[in-house]
């Protein structure tokens, strides 16, 4: 079982109470809502308690906190079912903002990270999916800067982003992981249109659309031709706030699915009484268990080792966490029944978020593939 330290414990209990106090029943949520999956009203006031600047450097206003505090602000926000949709992307892309930016862009972009702004990153293409190093998004080299050309598809919360990290081609060579370089893109900026994409979760992906769109130099993230390099460092981060995220998901599922089964009588006795039902929350505890064990394990070994990447632990924790939210919320849905399927109550939000977890991120043939290779395969 997974330890925390005091405070830690003390901290999971301030995020829950809060989301208690702010989103704890349907209608409180539904307030919160109104204009999408991300209410800024609410994330504002995560901000004022330094929680959306919680992996930020001190030196740029956050709390500097580790991978094991993050894991813990988000497992608990999800499973308390906070309506902050922009929060994985990011915190991934501030993460990547902190350790490549210029300090000029860190103390602006950080600064509003920590005050609650939203950030997105533009990595995939229509042709470059899970084979991403394959983009071919434009960035031009002009006096001052540079010109931008292509679009860029999928990209989470980039409407409501105060800026967005772009991934883009300044070289093509034979190997596709080189000449590709970060830019970064305010909001507003000339020359980007953006587009959203109807899907089953809403309107949180969209399409960018970049025609002649300049940016000045000063707005390179990291090196030039470096930015393949530069991704690959961000995913212990990365996969560690997708697991994280996914296990507060699946835990929010088996609260609701026990309560319910709990309450509901059929043959004169509460269904989750019947052994069918009952050995499957046990497998679904059980499943849950594994995956905190798998999340904190590898928050602790990159807070020890920040330097070192993971990527066996890492494909793992996204691979499981999200196999684990998606099966055991479309089975919790299985378990209410019909009414599992109303819109009453929370079960098929839950499954239409975990649904798709397989697939952002990497995808889970690809995590796999990973897996497979860190064993010489
Ligand atoms: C909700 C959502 C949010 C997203 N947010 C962002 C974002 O913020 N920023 C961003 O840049 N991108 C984002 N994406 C894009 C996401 O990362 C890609 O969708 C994902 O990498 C898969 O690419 P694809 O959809 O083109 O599928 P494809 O790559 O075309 O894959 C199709 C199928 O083929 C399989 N496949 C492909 N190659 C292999 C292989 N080598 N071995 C085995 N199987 C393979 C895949 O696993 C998949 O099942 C988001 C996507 C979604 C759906």
């Known amino acids: 079982m997974v330890e925390f330290t005091p405070e830690q414990q003390a901290f999971a209990q301030a995020v829950r109470d809060f989301c208690e106090r702010e989103v704890g029943t349907r209608e409180q949520r539904a307030k919160y809502t109104a204009d999408g999956p991300h209410s800024e009203e609410l994330y504002r006031k995560m901000a004022e308690l330094g929680w959306a600047g919680i992996i930020v450097g001190e030196e740029y206003g956050g709390a500097g906190a580790g991978n094991v505090e993050l894991c813990i602000f988000l497992e608990e926000s999800l499973r308390g079912m906070a309506p902050v949709g922009g929060i994985g992307p990011t915190f991934i892309t501030a993460a990547a903002y902190e350790r490549f930016a210029s300090e000029e862009l860190k103390k602006e972009v950080?600064?509003?990270?920590?005050?609650?702004?939203?950030?997105?990153?533009?990595?995939?293409?229509?042709?470059?999916?899970?084979?991403?190093?394959?983009?071919?998004?434009?960035?031009?080299?002009?006096?001052?800067?540079?010109?931008?050309?292509?679009?860029?598809?999928?990209?989470?919360?980039?409407?409501?982003?105060?800026?967005?990290?772009?991934?883009?081609?300044t070289e093509r060579t034979d190997k596709k992981h080189e000449g590709i370089t970060?830019?970064?893109?305010?909001?507003?900026?000339?020359?980007?249109?953006?587009?959203?994409?109807?899907?089953?979760?809403?309107?949180?992906?969209?399409?960018?659309?970049?025609?002649?769109?300049?940016?000045?130099?000063?707005?390179?993230?990291?090196?030039?031709?470096?930015?393949?390099?530069?991704?690959?460092?961000?995913?212990?981060?990365?996969?560690?706030?997708?697991g994280a995220m996914q296990l507060g998901l699946a835990e929010r599922s088996?609260?609701?699915?026990?309560?319910?089964?709990?309450?509901?009588?059929q043959f004169g006795?509460?269904?989750?009484?019947?052994?069918?039902?009952?050995?499957r929350m046990a497998d679904h505890a059980t499943e849950i268990e594994c995956t905190k064990l798998l999340v904190y394990s590898l928050a602790a070994k990159a807070d020890a080792?920040?330097?070192?990447?993971?990527?066996?632990?890492?494909?793992?924790?996204?691979?499981?966490?999200?196999?684990?939210?998606?099966?055991?919320?479309?089975?919790?849905?299985?378990?209410?029944?019909?009414?599992?399927?109303?819109?009453?109550?929370?079960?098929?939000?839950?499954?239409?978020?975990?649904?798709?977890?397989?697939?952002?991120?990497?995808?889970?043939?690809?995590?796999?593939?990973?897996?497979?290779?860190?064993?010489?395969?």
């Open 269 to 279: 006795r509460p269904v989750g009484t019947f052994q069918a039902l009952r050995h």
């Open 110 to 169: 950080l600064a509003n990270v920590v005050a609650g702004d939203s950030l997105s990153i533009a990595m995939s293409e229509p042709e470059a999916g899970s084979d991403v190093a394959n983009l071919s998004c434009r960035a031009e080299k002009v006096d001052g800067g540079w010109l931008i050309n292509g679009q860029k598809t999928w990209i989470s919360n980039a409407a409501i982003a105060s800026s967005i990290l772009l991934i883009a081609r």
């Open 182 to 242: 970060q830019f970064h893109v305010p909001a507003g900026t000339k020359g980007l249109e953006i587009v959203p994409i109807e899907t089953l979760g809403g309107r949180e992906q969209n399409d960018l659309y970049f025609t002649d769109c300049f940016i000045p130099d000063d707005y390179v993230v990291g090196e030039v031709n470096q930015g393949w390099w530069q991704l690959m460092a961000g995913l212990n981060t990365e996969r560690l706030i997708l």
């Open 254 to 265: 088996f609260d609701d699915t026990l309560k319910f089964i709990t309450e509901r009588k």
């Open 305 to 377: 080792n920040p330097t070192k990447m993971f990527p066996r632990e890492a494909s793992m924790v996204k691979l499981k966490s999200t196999e684990v939210s998606k099966a055991m919320t479309i089975d919790g849905m299985q378990m209410m029944g019909g009414y599992g399927y109303t819109k009453e109550f929370d079960a098929e939000a839950l499954m239409r978020s975990a649904i798709i977890s397989t697939v952002y991120g990497g995808t889970n043939e690809i995590q796999r593939d990973i897996i497979g290779k860190t064993y010489g395969l």
